[in-house]
């Protein structure tokens, strides 16, 4: 007999692997390229594209099979994508592509529906719900920005940390560096022994806001692996130096199959 507490996990990590296999999501990624000053074409895309650090610029015609916003690109399509926005979108056929600012520069990357990573999906592996595993923990604000880098080579990024959680795994005291996640949620990138074993190289925990006591609840069987952990396309920022835990993380997602 199933009990509430797992009911409500196996509905989240249904939920969980239907979001990872949308048709362009995270698992549909199949190419990265940066873009230059100089107008070049992109592998496999048609048209010359090019940026200068603040606009992406695209030159194709109508023919070639690029569109933007349901409008055909037909001569020269200019693109402002500040860092720190979302993406902009180029649909060629069934795949989108995605303009993005990472590290002061622009890249374009291709999400496929055909992509293997996605036709053959089958799940992600997880360790089973515990309860023991939802954890106390006291928040302590300390707002600063905090350099992490990438997991990409060239890609410099910052986190806007929001403050520290305190907490106790395994009678050892822990603290991870968190960061803004909206509306007041805590974001947590972490490492812990479990790492290239049997979870990937470092994992992401979303926990509510604190309370006015600063005292949060950490659920570590809701530990996601991020995007890199599925593509090679990926551009994932690293845990803040800090956040490597003593304890091994038995919960949550495992290393993807």
Not at 4 to 9: E, N, V
Request: proline share 9%.
């Amino acid at each position: 007999m199933t009990d509430d507490f797992t009911r409500a996990w196996n509905a989240w990590h249904e939920r969980r692997e239907a979001a990872l296999a949308e048709p362009h999501g995270w698992l549909s990624l199949t190419a990265f390229h940066w873009l230059d000053e100089e107008p070049a074409p992109l592998d496999g895309l048609p048209g010359l594209w090019s940026s200068d650090g603040a606009t992406v610029t695209v030159t194709a015609a109508a023919k070639d099979g690029l569109s933007s916003s349901g409008r055909a690109v037909d001569g020269t399509a200019e693109f402002k994508v500040p860092e720190g926005a979302g993406p902009a979108w180029v649909d060629y056929g069934d795949k989108r592509l995605e303009i993005a600012p990472r590290g002061g520069r622009h890249a374009v990357r291709v999400r496929d529906p055909l992509a293997p990573t996605r036709t053959g999906f089958t799940g992600v592996p997880a360790f089973a719900p515990d309860p023991a595993w939802v954890v106390s923990a006291s928040f302590t604000p300390a707002p600063e920005l905090v350099d992490v880098g990438s997991v990409r080579e060239g890609v410099d990024q910052s986190l806007h940390a929001v403050g520290t959680v305190r907490f106790d795994l395994d009678g050892a005291a822990q603290e991870l560096v968190a960061t803004d996640a909206g509306e007041g949620r805590l974001w947590l990138l972490f490492r812990d022994p479990t790492n290239g074993d049997t979870t990937a190289s470092f994992r992401q925990l979303t926990a509510p806001a604190p309370g006015p006591d600063g005292r949060v609840e950490l659920d570590f069987n809701r530990s996601l692996n991020m995007p890199c952990a599925f593509t090679d396309y990926g551009t994932c920022p690293l845990p803040p130096g800090p956040n490597r835990l003593t304890a091994a993380v038995t919960a949550g997602e495992r290393k993807p199959s």
